[in-house]
């Protein structure tokens, strides 16, 4: 596909992609959008011109500043839109003349990226963060696991309230770890990050009801980057994760679709093993090859932290929902379900410093970006250190890329 609108060849929203987020500007409030190029298209307005009145749902939702209601509509009306909006931008479609050749409401319709601000895009509800990454846990448990790890998944849950969107600067957290045998306060000295992938709940489930798994991925709208920062001096005094989790997550802010991700599917890992029937799938293919790239950027100098990839998962999404809800736990639009840290088998895979400083006993060195020979190590995250994950798919047919914007966050003095 071809647009008629200029997209850059580095640009992660390519028609293939089409994401979803809420933005702003500076003469109206945050709405929903879809990113394209340098570009956003205001739905909201496309709403207002009656662009979708034909497809038989309530285009209120499109005024919302947050994705849940639409995200609740479900894959069909999602669908239609999506390709609404493709032949909206596509060069060869006799719709698109009605955006390319309208001058007014390309004005309305289409604003420049470098004029919005980015919002949440999701009111979260809950945000479960699981425990799936075979090379995670075999680094946390040196390789002894359990054998429950292999038969379902492990996920705690964790504060939607400290949920943030890219760019939100994060502040040192303060609690309590132990010294010497003694609880000690104070701001955490082992501030830390972890890449993970995350899917966000469309259409929920009914309190007392199971989401089965091979229904499972029609409740899912789409998917975000996600660094769940860490405090892994708390979390060393902590029975279970609280206070060395629930100071900060940050998300991407453009949320891409289902149906961008569907080529880039492959099975779980060790997939063929034995499973409860419940979570058993018909679908061999239901995890993503994914790869993403974490930067660390110091007194603005980029330098590679980690290179992973979404592919090692013991459990695919579907699986997640499906165990999540065995029990009859309710879902809800806007939830959040991420797969823990994403490490890979080899040093600069590893998805977090724990596990690249090796506890802390090993500093970590890591060259620029840039490949202008500077240096730099760590153990743990110091002040002015910026996090980002970044993601950069290219379409099966070469035509474009598909990314997720950046997941950016940069650490703060403690209050």
Not at 155 to 176: D, E, K
Not at 262 to 282: G, H, I, M, N, S
Request: glycine residues 10%; aromatic residues 10%.
């Amino acid at each position: 596909m071809t647009s008629w609108l200029p997209i850059p060849d580095d640009s992660d929203f390519s028609l293939c992609n089409l994401p979803y987020g809420v933005f702003s500007t500076v003469d109206d409030s945050p709405r929903i959008g879809v990113a394209i190029g340098d570009h956003v298209v205001d739905l909201k307005a496309l709403a207002n011109d009656h662009i979708f009145d034909d497809f038989g749902f309530d285009t209120e939702c499109l005024q919302n500043p947050t994705l849940n209601a639409y995200a609740a509509l479900g894959r069909g009306v999602h669908g239609r839109v999506r390709s609404r909006l493709q032949d909206l931008l596509v060069l060869e479609t006799k719709l698109g003349s009605e955006l390319r050749d309208n001058a007014n409401r390309r004005k309305r319709c289409l604003v420049p990226m470098k004029s919005i601000t980015m919002h949440m895009p999701v009111a979260v509800g809950n945000f479960t963060d699981g425990f799936v990454g075979l090379y995670h846990a075999e680094n946390m448990y040196r390789g002894k696991l359990i054998p429950s790890f292999w038969d379902a998944p492990t996920a705690y849950q964790g504060r939607a309230s400290s949920v943030v969107v890219s760019g939100t600067p994060i502040h040192r957290p303060r609690g309590q770890t132990r010294v010497n045998g003694k609880a000690i306060s104070g701001h955490c000295q082992k501030l830390d990050f972890e890449v993970e992938f995350a899917a966000i709940v469309g259409q929920g489930n009914n309190f007392g009801d199971a989401i089965d798994v091979d229904q499972a991925d029609d409740h899912i709208f789409g998917y975000v980057l996600l660094n769940d920062w860490s405090a892994r001096d708390f979390q060393q005094s902590e029975f279970g994760p609280f206070t060395c989790k629930n100071f900060a997550t940050s998300i991407s802010p453009w949320v891409v679709p289902f149906e961008a991700l569907e080529p880039f599917r492959v099975p779980p890992t060790k997939a063929d093993r034995p499973l409860p029937d419940y979570l058993v799938q018909k679908k061999l293919k239901s995890a993503y090859d994914i790869p993403i790239q974490a930067t660390l950027e110091v007194a603005g100098q980029k330098y590679q932290m980690s290179r992973c990839n979404t592919k090692h998962v013991v459990f695919s999404f579907a699986q997640i929902i499906a165990h999540h809800t065995r029990g009859g736990c309710p879902l809800v639009p806007g939830d959040i379900i991420a797969t823990g840290t994403m490490s890979g088998p080899s040093r600069p895979e590893f998805g977090c410093f724990m596990e690249l400083s090796r506890v802390g006993t090993e500093a970590y060195g890591m060259e620029s970006v840039d490949d202008t020979g500077l240096k730099i190590s760590r153990t743990y995250l110091e002040d002015g250190d910026v996090v980002e994950f970044t993601c950069q798919l290219r379409s099966p047919d070469g035509t474009g890329r598909i990314g997720f914007g950046a997941c950016r966050g940069e650490v703060l003095p403690g209050k």
